[in-house]
């Protein structure tokens, strides 16, 4: 199981694709300033009214009009709130604002899973192991295979009905996911922290569940149960649409999975092009990229997690024309085509065997560059920071 990144380039392409795209992130970065700061404020505000217009429609919810009205604030704000804004302030993508109340480090969203845990499997485990077998967490999450490289075993059979339940409650699954519990099984995360991390998560569910449950029915007086039953819907829809825009962002056909041995020794480069070859893009107009925290230039995410969203846009058709330049796979499509192309890949591999990576060959300079050793997650750490990934977002350790 092989697939080096960019396999079919030189060492001195590999280099030339990591300069340009340094210099690509160093002029943005030079580039932030009031237009940047005006839009995410400006799209925080836009969430709260929504969310406040929203709640107060509710108060009427007994009145099918306003039940549907109401719902649909709500379900659009709690989108914002956790794609556009929560998503990306934990990556640290506003910290240059230097705004107490827009920082990755004071940043508490509205969703189920805790900042700081969502922070260590997201931000540090999965962007420093993307696709990488074995070592990528997000890759099916621990319970779904999506690659015919993940050992197969008889509780994957039922996975094409389990993924409509992650959709369904997706914040509670990662929730549960950032406990790593599987983790704590294995003798690789201690007892203590796990508790310390379930006392946190059940906290975080209880408040969430309070508010959203009890205190804004309560409020609704002789609409509480339609508003209970509106809170309810609001939070399946953000569930189902995150869950959507996340599977589409990464399993689609054209989303390429590595091993150990692959990322061994990686160059900046190299990292790179990991990040083309294993994102996907999703097409769309403004409102799709904006209600996507847009994740739907993946690609451009995966190579600048802390670039604010709303410059992808501006930079993605600059990494389309270095791929075509290079020859290197850059995957974009429709969200109905990439959907099917996720769900065809969870029924197929939910069953025994299924297509593995091929073995591609490298040019030998910079094979022989390479560390021939399975890299330690100090190295990857170090080179992270060597590429300028910014460390001061991401927890100070790693769970091996």
């Not at 700061?37 to 709640?55: F, P, S, T, W």
């Not at 990755?104 to 993307?130: A, I, R």
């Not at 962002?249 to 070859?277: C, K, N, T, V």
Request: hydrophobic share 40%; charged share 25%.
């Amino acid at each position: 199981m092989s697939q080096t990144p960019g396999a079919h380039l030189t060492k001195k392409q590999v280099d030339a694709i990591a300069e340009e795209l340094d210099a690509l992130a160093a002029e943005i970065r030079a580039d932030l300033g009031e237009s940047d700061a005006a839009y995410i404020r400006r799209v925080i505000d836009v969430q709260r009214k929504l969310e406040i217009a929203g709640r107060g429609t509710l108060l009427f919810s007994i009145l099918p009009p306003a039940w549907l009205a109401g719902t649909a604030m709500l379900s659009v704000a709690k989108i914002l709130a956790s794609m556009e804004i929560g998503h990306n302030v934990l990556h640290g993508q506003w910290d240059w604002m230097r705004d107490p109340d827009i920082h990755s480090s004071t940043w508490e969203w509205d969703n189920t899973s805790t900042s700081e845990g969502w922070k260590h499997t997201h931000n540090h485990l999965h962007h420093t192991y993307t696709n990488v077998v074995g070592k990528d967490r997000d890759l099916g999450y621990t319970i779904m295979r999506v690659s015919g490289d993940q050992p197969w075993n008889p509780a994957y059979l039922f996975q094409p009905a389990y993924n409509v339940l992650v959709a369904l409650f997706f914040e509670q699954a990662i929730a549960l996911y950032d406990l790593e519990f599987d983790e704590a099984v294995k003798g690789n995360l201690p007892w203590p922290e796990f508790r310390q991390r379930s006392k946190s998560m059940w906290k975080k569910i209880g408040r969430q569940s309070l508010k959203d449950y009890v205190v804004w029915p309560l409020l609704s007086g002789p609409s509480a149960p339609t508003t209970l039953l509106a809170n309810f819907t609001s939070n399946i829809a953000r569930n189902v649409w995150a869950h959507t825009i996340i599977f589409c962002g990464h399993f689609p056909d054209g989303g390429a999975i590595f091993s150990e041995e692959d990322i061994a020794g990686e160059s900046r480069g190299e990292w790179y092009l990991r990040q083309m070859e294993g994102s996907c893009n999703i097409d769309g107009g403004q409102l799709m990229h904006i209600m996507s925290g847009n994740l739907s230039f993946q690609i451009e995410h995966h190579m600048f997690p802390d670039l604010p969203s709303n410059r992808y846009q501006e930079i993605s058709p600059r990494v389309r024309e270095i791929c075509e330049r290079y020859g290197i796979e850059y995957t974009s499509g429709p969200l109905g085509k990439q959907y099917l192309q996720v769900v065809k890949k969870i029924f197929r591999y939910a069953l025994p065997g299924g297509a593995k990576t091929e073995e591609r060959e490298v040019d030998p300079e910079r094979a022989s560059s390479r560390n021939p050793r399975a890299v330690a997650d100090s190295d990857v750490a170090d080179a992270r920071e060597r590429r300028g990934v910014r460390a001061a977002a991401l927890p100070a350790k790693v769970a091996a």
